[in-house]
Structure formats: C-alpha cells, structure tokens
C-alpha cells in the first residue's frame, strides 16, 4: 500500500514561508499524480495544488496561485509545496495525496497522507 508522509508544518508571521514535504513510500510512483489539500478549523477540505509525476499538467488553486509552489524529485519520490507570503487564512492542516492522474488527484486521491499543521499568526 502507497505510504504518504508530510513534514515541514510549523508556526509562521504573516507574510513568511514554509517549505513543506511529502514522502511516498510503499508502492509504484511513476505513474502517480500527487496533490495538496487543506483543512482549516470548522471548514471542508479543499484543493491547493497537484502535479503530475511526468511534470506535464500543474494545477493551483485561485487562493494560492503566485504564492504556492508544488515540485517534486522522483529520485527521492517527494513532492514539496513551497508556500511564500503566508496569510492567516492559509492557517490549516496541509495533507499531501495521490492518485492516477492530476485531474483526479485534485478531486478524489486514492491515498492520503496524516497531515501536518501550519499555523500563520497576524
């Protein structure tokens, strides 16, 4: 079974970065889109941003575009999520997915990993 694992969450003034990992382990990944979501306190989940593991489709969302970058290195089967000029409402929990193709992968991964909490203070 494909392992997902976020590192990288923490505590942040408005306006700083973060650089956040996901590691894959477990399964095949060369044929794997990965993808970032967010939950923020009494909200729903929503998309952030996902990349194919061929590189040829990037997506973002509206709220993180030319904020937010998504990367991977598949030597090392990761994929980061760069987050510069942090507002308070990106305060959330961030959980790394996958699945086959970047279009699913931002609407309904197969595989989720545990989450990890960035928190942007004003």
């Known amino acids: 079974q494909v392992q997902l694992v976020e590192s990288g969450g923490g505590l942040v003034q408005a306006g700083g970065s973060l650089r956040l990992s996901c590691a894959a382990s477990?399964?095949?990944?060369?044929?794997?889109?990965m993808g970032w979501f967010r939950q923020a306190p009494g909200k729903e989940r929503e998309f952030v941003a996902a990349i194919s593991w061929k590189g040829r489709t990037i997506q973002y969302a509206d709220s993180v575009k030319g904020r937010f970058t998504i990367s991977r290195d598949n030597a090392k089967n990761t994929v980061d999520l760069q987050t510069t000029s942090l507002k308070p409402e990106d305060t959330a929990v961030y959980y790394c997915?996958?699945?086959?193709?970047?279009?699913?992968?931002?609407?309904?991964?197969?595989?989720w990993g545990q989450g990890t909490q960035v928190t942007v203070s004003s």
């Open positions: 997915a996958a699945a086959a193709s970047s279009v699913v992968v931002a609407t309904t991964p197969t595989y």
């Open positions: 477990g399964g095949t990944f060369s044929n794997l889109a």
